[in-house]
């Protein structure tokens, strides 16, 4: 069964202060890894998506990497409207054509 | 180029009852995915349609069930509601359900059951 671990639960950080969140991961053969934001009460909009181990997405102050076991999404400079709760999701040979979401990190940056 | 749409936004139904939800995919997808997303929690993968058909299903019920159009829209139909049914449920499309193919959600159905 594919497993995915997302940490912190809830993080807080000062406008400009980088940080990194990240998504731990457990699949029978991994066929994509996918980022999203999500905002209260809306949808989750899409982010990235990864394939294979060392691979790396950028876009504006986010950009993900993925390992074999994990992937990480580094927040550089953030500003407050980058408060959301970001959600990674992994799609395995076992059940390819479902995503199997952890439970998301939220982020809440300060002015 | 429009996205994802879904409707109703909101809906009050009691226990018991039953409830129908819709989706449109993006324009040029011919795949539709439903999940139930919990307060706090992330969503969870119901069922997903292609060429009119279920093709792949989680661990839900039989109360619920669902159906494609050959526009490609969808319905999630949820029958004899139970308290626990009160979520946000979202439609995801994407291009022929490709394993590994990034899906793209609709802004979501926030059913509460009284």
């Known amino acids: 069964e594919d497993q995915v671990t997302q940490s912190p639960e809830a993080l807080r950080l000062q406008e400009g202060e980088s940080s990194s969140l990240n998504c731990s991961y457990t699949v029978s053969g991994l066929r994509g890894l996918f980022w999203y934001r999500q905002d209260p009460g809306k949808g989750p909009e899409f982010l990235f998506t990864l394939y294979s181990a060392g691979e790396e997405k950028e876009k504006e102050r986010l950009k993900a990497t993925i390992t074999k076991k994990e992937s990480f999404l580094h927040i550089t400079a953030p500003k407050p409207e980058d408060s959301a709760t970001y959600l990674c999701?992994?799609?395995?040979?076992?059940?390819?054509?479902?995503?199997?979401f952890g439970s998301g990190t939220q982020l809440t940056v300060l002015p | 180029d429009a996205g994802v749409t879904q409707s109703p936004t909101h809906l009050i139904k009691t226990r018991g009852q039953q409830v129908t939800l819709r989706c449109s995919p993006k324009s040029g997808h011919d795949t539709v995915s439903w999940y139930q997303q919990a307060l706090g929690q992330g969503p969870q993968f119901i069922f997903q349609?292609?060429?009119?058909?279920?093709?792949q299903r989680g661990n839900f019920p039989d109360r619920f069930s669902g159906h494609q159009f050959p526009n490609y829209s969808s319905e999630l139909n949820v029958n004899a509601l139970l308290l626990g049914d009160s979520a946000l449920y979202l439609c995801a499309s994407s291009l022929s359900g490709i394993a590994g193919d990034t899906q793209y959600f609709g802004p979501g159905t926030r059913l509460t059951v009284l």
């Open positions: 349609y292609y060429e009119e058909e279920e093709r």
């Open positions: 999701a992994v799609a395995s040979s076992g059940s390819a054509r479902q995503l199997t």
